[in-house]
Every structure is written in structure tokens, then in C-alpha cells.
């Protein structure tokens, strides 16, 4: 069960990642494009491994999926952030983290051949249930669009997880992991096609702030350790619909954080924390997770 503790390591340092990006997204960053960019930038740093298995000798057609697939995680991290800056980190990724399973298990379904029980069936409701109950507070339009973002960044990251997932079993992981990583490099370079983005980006470069280059630098290697042991998992488990649905660890580890800081920063992590609220929460994370729990059984 050693991949057990590895995916849970992972599903921690994607907290604190997280926690770190609705920080930034709140106060020192306000385009999330500008955000996404220098991830996806960074990305391409993932081809240091290369030295350690990358092959060439794959078809053209697998090539090209690899890239598609980082691509389309560049996006995906896009609307994320979009999401996170119009709503509570604690909200958004628990919502975030019910509907991907869902998405995954169907998109597994139809391509993977990942086949769905009676007890899945139950989950998707327990899982319903528990995103509808994390959602539930007195909407705003900017809220509303948070959600509606959120929806659009987890289909983007179910369909590049399922399509990893197939990458994997045709290709050896550093190879698919190389490829992907620029794939997400080019996603990036899109984003500097508005001209305002470009403009924040030469900002943010000529004139940055030492304190938001230090958490982002941080809350970056956090990120990238996580992905990397969430796709090393996905690419020796049986299934992705399993790893995804242990990311329920996640909101146990988020909530934990945001707690410990949101008396701290709470204009800057915008958590709202009365104890009606942390009830709703906790009781909307128990269900989130006991459905997950139902997938992995």
C-alpha cells in the first residue's frame, strides 16, 4: 500500500498548494492569467528528467496526444484560478474535487472501459449531495461565475487525467510526462495572446513584489511535487477513477489549513467561518468523501 501513502503526500502538498494560490489570487496577483502562465511556463522544467527513460520511438499520432493532454491541463488550471479568485478556496476545490470523479468515471467509462457498479451509481448521489451542500451560501454574480468556471477547469482536468491514463498504458511514464509537460509549456504561450495579459505579465516581471515571488515560488514546488506523484500513481494503479476518488484526503488537509489561517489573513483568504458555515462544510466534505469512498469500494 505504499501508493496509498505516496497519493496522500501528494493530496497535502496540493493543499498547501492551493492554499498558497488563493493567497496570491486574493492580494498580490489580480489577473489569474498571469498566474496560469508561469506555471504553465514553468512546465517545461519537467523535461530535466528526460534523462531517465524519455524515448523517441513512439508513433507521431501518441506524440500528439501527449501534448494535447498538457494542453489542455494548461487550461484547466486557467479557469481554475479564474474560479478561485471569484470564491472561497474552501468551497471551490471540494466542488471542484465532487464533480471530477464523476466526470473521470464516466470519461473512463466510455474510453477506458472502466465500468460502472450499482455502488458508483450511490456515490455519484452521496457525492451530489455533498458538492450541492459545499455550494450553498447566499450567491453573488462573482460567486455564481466562480462555480460556473469551476465546472468548465474540473471537465478540463478529467479529460486530461482519462487521457493520461490511456497515454500510460501505451507509453512508459517519463515519456508521457515529458511530452505533457510541454504540451502545457505551449498552452501557456496562448495566454499571452491578449494584449492584457501580456501587459500584466511584463508588469508583474519588470516590477515584482519579493513576497509574492517567495509564496509563488513556494507554493509552485508544492504543486509540481504533487502532480508528479499523482501521475506516477495514476500510471502504476488500475484505475484512475480510484486515485481520483482518494482526493477527498485533500479537503480534510484544506479545511485543516485554512482554519489554522484564516483568523490570521481572513481580507486576504476571504473564508467566511462561522459555526454554521464550518458545519456546512464539514458535513458537505464527510459526504464528498464518503462517496469517494463508495467508488474505491
Do not use: H
Request: aromatic content about 14%; hydrophobic content about 55%; glycine content about 6%.
Amino acid at each position: 500500500m505504499t501508493w496509498l501513502i505516496i497519493i496522500a503526500f501528494a493530496y497535502l502538498l496540493n493543499a498547501v498548494a492551493t492554499t498558497t494560490d488563493k493567497f496570491l489570487l486574493s492580494k498580490k496577483i489580480s489577473n489569474p492569467a498571469i498566474y496560469a502562465f508561469f506555471i504553465g511556463a514553468l512546465s517545461v522544467l519537467g523535461v530535466i528528467i528526460a534523462p531517465f527513460g524519455f524515448k523517441l520511438g513512439y508513433p507521431l499520432w501518441l506524440v500528439l496526444l501527449d501534448l494535447v493532454s498538457g494542453l489542455i491541463f494548461a487550461f484547466a488550471y486557467l479557469y481554475m484560478f479564474k474560479a478561485l479568485s471569484k470564491n472561497e478556496a474552501s468551497r471551490i476545490t471540494p466542488f471542484m474535487g465532487g464533480w471530477q470523479p464523476i466526470f473521470v468515471l464516466i470519461l473512463a467509462s466510455v474510453f477506458l472501459d472502466e465500468r460502472l457498479s450499482i455502488l458508483g451509481l450511490l456515490a455519484f448521489l452521496v457525492i451530489l449531495a455533498g458538492t450541492w451542500l459545499i455550494s450553498r451560501q447566499k450567491t453573488t454574480a462573482k460567486t455564481r461565475a466562480g462555480y460556473f468556471l469551476a465546472i468548465i477547469a474540473t471537465l478540463l482536468f478529467a479529460i486530461s487525467y482519462t487521457l493520461s491514463k490511456y497515454l500510460f498504458t501505451s507509453q512508459d511514464f517519463i515519456t508521457v510526462f515529458v511530452w505533457a509537460r510541454i504540451g502545457t509549456f505551449l498552452g501557456a504561450l496562448l495566454f499571452l495572446l491578449p494584449g492584457r495579459n501580456r501587459r500584466d505579465i511584463k508588469k508583474e516581471v519588470t516590477q515584482p513584489q519579493k513576497k509574492a515571488g517567495s509564496l509563488f515560488i513556494f507554493g509552485q514546488v508544492c504543486g509540481a511535487l504533487s502532480f508528479i506523484l499523482v501521475n506516477y500513481v495514476i500510471s502504476i494503479s488500475s484505475s484512475v477513477a480510484i486515485v481520483n476518488a482518494l482526493r477527498g484526503l485533500e479537503y480534510v488537509f484544506l479545511l485543516i489549513i485554512i482554519l489554522a489561517l484564516s483568523k490570521k489573513f481572513p481580507k486576504i483568504l476571504e473564508e467566511k467561518m462561522t459555526p454554521k458555515i464550518l458545519t456546512q462544510k464539514i458535513i458537505a466534505i464527510v459526504l464528498i468523501i464518503t462517496g469517494l469512498v463508495l467508488i474505491y469500494l
